[in-house]
């Protein structure tokens, strides 16, 4: 079965710092791979999406995520944080059956 | 315009007790889905209708009765509250379409509580 892990489960970081997030994915075939955030008491918003192609895909908010297939890989990354990047990261594979399989989030706090 | 749409927004009720939460979506989707997120944060699959048919049934108590009565509806009926059922409840859809490359879109939630 599918699976997701995130490594970290709660990053501090300061304003301008820059971030990177964990992501690895246990299926080895073709996956589709997704990071949503989720900011304090909202929904759920995707971010960015890797399906094929350029393995380095560009987001909303300035977000980028690396595909590296050979480490199972899909870490996000943002040069300079805001504060207002204080939100819940989720990582996600889809599911045979077009769900989300979601990895078990890591909280950003952004110190201003 | 509110794309997915759930009404409660927050829901407080007692053991026991016999709840739905509603969804509606306006995109014109096809594929609609509900999502447990526990008090951990973890996101977990509970059900998936395509054109109104059940294709994902989790392993979830009988207690909980997804009901979709169209394409832009999803229900979700819950019977005999227990107070491990409190959660947020997400609800989210999405086209069909060719694949797995379709992006969904969430609702905004309904936190249960239940006393």
């Known amino acids: 079965a599918q699976s997701v892990s995130q490594h970290n489960h709660h990053v501090i970081l300061s304003e301008a710092a820059s971030l990177e997030l964990g992501c690895n994915y246990s299926?080895?075939?073709?996956?589709?791979l997704f990071w949503y955030v989720q900011y304090p008491g909202q929904h759920l918003q995707l971010l960015l999406k890797y399906f094929s192609g350029d393995p380095l895909v560009k987001g909303i908010k300035g977000f980028e995520a690396e595909f590296i297939k050979s480490k199972f890989s899909f870490n996000l990354r943002k040069p300079s944080v805001q504060w207002s990047d204080t939100a819940e990261y989720f990582c996600a594979v889809g599911g045979s059956q077009g769900n989300l399989i979601f990895g078990k989030g890591t909280k950003l706090s952004v110190k201003p | 315009d509110t794309a997915v749409s759930q009404t409660p927004k927050y829901l407080v009720t007692q053991m026991g007790n016999d709840k739905s939460i509603k969804c509606e979506q306006n995109?014109?989707?096809?594929?609609m889905y509900w999502y447990k997120q526990d008090s951990k944060k973890f996101l977990k699959i509970m059900f998936s209708y395509n054109n109104k048919e059940l294709i994902i049934n989790e392993t979830v108590p009988n207690r909980f009765s997804p009901k979709s009565p169209d394409k832009a509806h999803l229900n979700l009926h819950i019977n005999s509250l227990e107070l491990g059922d409190s959660a947020v409840y997400f609800c989210?859809?999405?086209?069909?379409?060719?694949?797995?490359?379709?992006?969904?879109?969430f609702g905004p939630g309904t936190r249960l509580l239940v006393l």
């Open positions: 299926y080895g075939g073709t996956v589709n």
């Open positions: 995109l014109g989707h096809d594929t």
């Open positions: 989210a859809s999405r086209r069909w379409a060719s694949g797995d490359q379709e992006t969904q879109y």
